[in-house]
C-alpha cells in the first residue's frame, strides 16, 4: 500500500532519505517522491528539471500502515500521516496503477508533446497521451500543464511539463 505523508516543501527528499534510515524494512518496503521533468529558464537558456509532482508530501510503501504510523513518531520533521478520523489514508489500487502509469520505474513523469487546434489540446506522446480531458490549464510560456489527478478520492491539481509544439487554427492550417 502507498501511504502519504505531508512534509516541510522543499524537505521531500530528504525525508525521503530520513525514512529509509529510521524505518526498519519489515514496515518500510519504500520511500519516493514522485517527481515530474519540467522546462525552467536560466539565463535566457531552457533547461530540463525535475521537481516534486507533489510538492510537500512523500509516498511511503508499507504492508503495515498502523507500524508504519508508530515509526513515524521517531523522525523529525514531519508534518503528519495523512488521515481520515483515526484511519491511515492509502491510495486507492487504481491510483496507484494511474501514477505507476504516469510515471517511469524511478517515478518521474517525463514531459508531454502536443498542439492545440483551437480551444482542444492534442497530446502526441508522454504521459499525458490520453489525458487530454484532465488538463485544466495550460501555460504556453512556462511550458506547464495544469492537470486534475485523482487521489483518496478526490481531484488534485499537479503541475506537469508539457512542450506545445504548434498551434493549428483552422483545417486550412493543418
Not at 498542439?115 to 506522446?125: A, E, H, L, N, P
Not at 511550458?143 to 499537479?158: E, L
Request: proline letters at 4%; glycine letters at 8%; aromatic letters at 6%.
Amino acid at each position: 500500500m502507498w501511504c502519504v505523508i505531508q512534509v516541510t516543501t522543499g524537505k521531500e527528499r530528504e525525508m525521503c532519505e530520513q525514512c529509509r534510515d529510521r524505518i526498519d524494512g519489515s514496515v518500510l518496503s519504500d520511500c519516493f517522491v514522485p517527481l515530474t521533468v519540467r522546462m525552467r529558464k536560466y539565463k535566457s537558456e531552457w533547461r530540463r528539471v525535475r521537481l516534486p509532482l507533489y510538492p510537500g508530501y512523500v509516498f511511503l510503501v508499507t504492508e503495515d500502515p498502523e507500524a508504519l504510523s508508530l515509526a513515524l513518531k521517531k523522525i523529525r520533521g514531519f508534518h503528519k500521516l495523512l488521515k481520515a478520523e483515526d484511519t491511515i489514508l492509502c491510495l486507492s489500487e487504481a491510483e496507484q496503477q494511474f501514477l505507476e502509469k504516469m510515471c517511469d520505474n524511478s517515478m518521474v513523469a517525463d514531459m508531454s508533446v502536443g498542439y492545440k487546434d483551437g480551444d482542444k489540446v492534442i497530446i502526441t506522446s508522454g504521459p499525458l497521451l490520453g489525458l487530454e480531458g484532465s488538463i485544466i490549464k495550460i501555460d504556453r510560456h512556462k511550458r506547464i500543464a495544469i492537470v486534475n489527478i485523482s487521489i483518496f478520492g478526490r481531484m488534485t491539481p499537479a503541475t506537469m511539463g508539457l512542450e506545445v509544439m504548434n498551434k493549428v487554427n483552422g483545417p486550412d492550417n493543418g
